[in-house]
């Protein structure tokens, strides 16, 4: 009966505490999104008239990644540096090159705790369907406001993001929901891809916001 | 300003379309911002005769010094703006590449918007006929001759 305990525990570690699931995304990959995938389509995107007044006033000086402030979520989910994916028991880490950006993508089915405060990059949970990795990121951040182009976001208690991460040989491919009630009628989806890049490399990125390029 | 040459470029109706979308047209690769937020991507100024001052390779955005003369005899100060340190020293852009003192030919790129003497920098042609491409995907160095 003591065996058969011991037998029954190492099964349960085996088979529910390793995040890696169906799919082998391990590795450093390289971007190669398709130019303006990072951004949602204008004709995809219906502004709320809170939205529409966000997006009107919009300005250089509100682009957070010129301040060196990390993109975050939504805002880096289509990112032009390398990334490296990682497995561990209870998560999969996304590292990302630029910002030296860390995503913890919890895999054991736990939820986020009262305490967790909203932040530029979220609270991420994951779970596999099939060979698909599904991620939901909530407690989202007001101060990663903008799309770069001038697309708001609200970040608020109401926002949150669905990715669908999925492996076709040397090709990482993604789409990401963005729901944002406030300031869109209906969520947008933007989309990006990576290459496998077995050699790859993940450089420091320091940032200096004096370099931002606003003048 | 001395052979100061500021041209505009022909308007593709589909550039015309991204630009209203804030999309920029013709970016480094790993940009993430809108280029012609900033700059006015459909005009070019080529500036002739530069000496280079500084050349700074950080992120976000590398940045190169240099003075030239103007039209008026007037020994001026610019700044153009470049890809990120990373992206730069990937495409064997780092920081071999320009020296202070060193003669640059011509100097290309897109003016800022705010007026100031900054610019996007697209090409830097050397004295011994080496070229920087410095946007777009075939940003590099190309040797003279090759």
Request: aromatic fraction near 10%; charged fraction near 20%.
């Amino acid at each position: 009966m003591h065996s058969r305990r011991i037998m029954l525990a190492l099964a349960w570690i085996l088979l529910s505490g390793t995040a890696a699931g169906q799919a082998d995304f391990e590795g450093i990959w390289t971007p190669d999104h398709p130019r303006g995938m990072g951004q949602p389509a204008a004709d995809t995107v219906q502004l709320t008239p809170a939205g529409q007044a966000e997006y009107e006033v919009f300005t250089p000086d509100r682009d957070p990644t010129l301040r060196c402030l990390m993109p975050g979520i939504p805002l880096g989910l289509v990112d032009p540096y390398p990334i490296e994916i990682v497995y561990q028991d209870h998560q999969i880490l996304l590292l990302y090159e630029h910002f030296h950006q860390v995503r913890r993508i919890f895999m054991d089915g736990r939820t986020a705790p009262d305490h967790w405060l909203p932040s530029l990059g979220g609270y991420s949970t994951g779970e596999w369907d099939g060979d698909t990795l599904i991620i939901t990121t909530t407690l989202l951040s007001p101060d990663n406001n903008m799309w770069t182009s001038g697309f708001p976001f609200s970040g608020d208690e109401n926002t949150y993001v669905v990715e669908r991460w999925s492996r076709d040989e040397d090709r990482l491919s993604f789409t990401g929901e963005v729901h944002d009630p406030t300031y869109y009628e209906e969520p947008y989806v933007v989309n990006g891809r990576w290459d496998y890049a077995p050699d790859g490399e993940i450089w420091e990125y320091e940032c200096i916001p004096e370099f931002g390029g606003i003048e | 300003m001395k052979k100061v040459m500021r041209k505009a470029m022909r308007k593709h109706r589909i550039v015309v379309l991204f630009a209203a979308l804030g999309i920029f047209i013709g970016l480094p690769v790993a940009a993430h911002h809108s280029g012609v937020t900033y700059f006015d991507v459909e005009a070019e100024i080529v500036q002739h005769d530069a000496t280079v001052v500084e050349y700074v390779i950080v992120n976000p955005h590398g940045r190169l010094v240099y003075t030239f003369t103007d039209e008026a005899g007037n020994e001026q100060e610019w700044s153009g703006e470049l890809a990120s340190a990373n992206n730069l020293r990937r495409r064997g852009l780092g920081g071999e590449v320009f020296k202070p003192g060193d003669k640059l030919v011509t100097v290309t790129g897109s003016p800022s918007r705010s007026g100031a003497n900054f610019m996007r920098l697209t090409r830097v042609d050397f004295e011994n006929g080496d070229v920087a491409q410095l946007t777009g995907a075939n940003a590099g160095i190309t040797r003279a001759g090759e």
